[in-house]
């Protein structure tokens, strides 16, 4: 297993997320599945992906076939937009990883040099999108056959401020998805994400409480969030 891969978290922004079931929505009608590129930022321990792009493919039982020239046109228009984003992997919808899926992050393995793959369940199991992400480790013998594997990593859903307001927005058509939504005057606002940070704080008391009284471990990755 490559040392730089160990302890490798992957935090998705809700606009990925978006866009990837957007893309999944709009593919053609004989398609099975949507894949597109990953961007984002990496270090040694946690790779943040921001955004994201389709790109036109095609699969059947035997072969894949991916339009790597419209990829690389893709990726040089949006770095003149945004140049601090840099490839960090792929995207495709659906639970499985198949054979064709390895072929595909060979490709990006010559992009970036530890690439993610993020799988988006668009079929709904369990009545809700499930995301999961791997990266590829090397398996076989020194001189002999190489084959590859996916190893899971720790994914988070992390969001900007901005992404927040807009995420809290979309929950709240959940109940009446044929209403209108507005956004809450800035007192209004500001009276709302008061009480939702008051009740963040009861909830970090009361967790603390309990560990000085015992009754559960401290956990330093216990997320309030």
């Not at 891969?5 to 992957?10: A, T, Y």
């Not at 004989?30 to 270090?43: E, H, N, S």
């Not at 990726?75 to 919808?93: C, D, F, M, Q, R």
């Not at 990883?97 to 199991?125: F, G, K, M």
Request: glycine share 6%.
């Amino acid at each position: 297993m490559d040392g730089q891969s160990l302890g490798l978290r992957v935090h998705v922004h809700p606009v990925v997320l978006f866009s990837i079931v957007d893309s999944y929505e709009r593919r053609n009608e004989d398609a099975k599945r949507v894949i597109g590129t990953l961007l984002g930022t990496a270090d040694k321990k946690i790779v943040e992906v921001t955004n994201c792009f389709p790109v036109p493919h095609n699969e059947s039982e035997d072969e894949v076939a991916v339009d790597m020239e419209f990829a690389k046109n893709m990726y040089e228009l949006h770095k003149k937009v945004n140049p601090s984003e840099v490839i960090v992997g792929w995207y495709a919808t659906g639970p499985d990883i198949t054979e064709h899926s390895v072929l595909i992050h060979e490709y990006y393995s010559r992009e970036c040099s530890h690439p993610v793959h993020v799988t988006v369940d668009t079929n709904l199991r369990g009545n809700k999108m499930a995301f999961k992400a791997y990266h590829s480790v090397s398996m076989g013998v020194s001189g002999g056959t190489m084959g590859t594997m996916f190893t899971p990593l720790q994914l988070k859903i992390t969001s900007y401020e901005a992404e927040k307001v807009g995420v809290s927005l979309i929950q709240q058509g959940k109940t009446a998805p044929n209403s209108t939504i507005s956004m809450l005057p800035d007192l209004s606002a500001v009276g709302s994400q008061a009480a939702k940070l008051q009740d963040l704080l009861t909830t970090v008391i009361a967790y603390v409480d309990d560990v000085l009284a015992g009754k559960v471990t401290a956990d330093n990755t216990w997320d309030v969030c």
